[in-house]
């Protein structure tokens, strides 16, 4: 049975950082998509970053591109996001995710991923 297990949320003062991890098991990921998605009260789950597990290839939303950044490590079956440079529009729930690596490649649609974490609350206060 999958299970993607994210932790690391909080409360955090604008301009503060987090990261946020996404422990993986149940099978190999090892040709698998991980992404972080996220969404905000009232509005639509979104994209945030993800990483090919089978070579390390990182792709962002253009919101997050030079504060977020996506990572792997490959022995602990694990998956990192470390948000830098927080402010309050980035408050939501996060979510990790995952996919094979097929086509469409590097994608960024919440519906092409086929497993999904019971995500982490992050709250950026202004």
């Known amino acids: 049975q999958v299970q993607l297990v994210e932790s690391g949320g909080g409360l955090v003062q604008a301009g503060g950082s987090l990261r946020l991890s996404c422990a993986a098991s149940?099978?190999?990921?090892?040709?698998?998509?991980m992404g972080w998605f996220r969404q905000a009260p009232e509005k639509e789950r979104e994209f945030v970053a993800a990483?090919?597990?089978?070579?390390?290839?990182?792709w962002y939303a253009d919101s997050v591109k030079g504060r977020f950044t996506i990572s792997r490590d490959n022995a602990k079956n694990t998956v990192f996001l470390q948000m830098n440079s927080l402010n309050p529009e980035d408050t939501a729930v996060y979510y990790c995710?995952?996919?094979?690596?097929?086509?469409?490649?590097?994608?960024?649609?919440?519906?092409?991923?086929?497993?999904w974490g019971q995500g982490t609350q992050v709250t950026v206060s202004s």
């Open positions: 149940g099978r190999s990921f090892s040709n698998y998509a």
């Open positions: 990483i090919s597990w089978t070579d390390g290839f990182t």
């Open positions: 995710a995952a996919r094979p690596n097929e086509s469409p490649l590097h994608s960024t649609i919440p519906r092409t991923y086929d497993y």
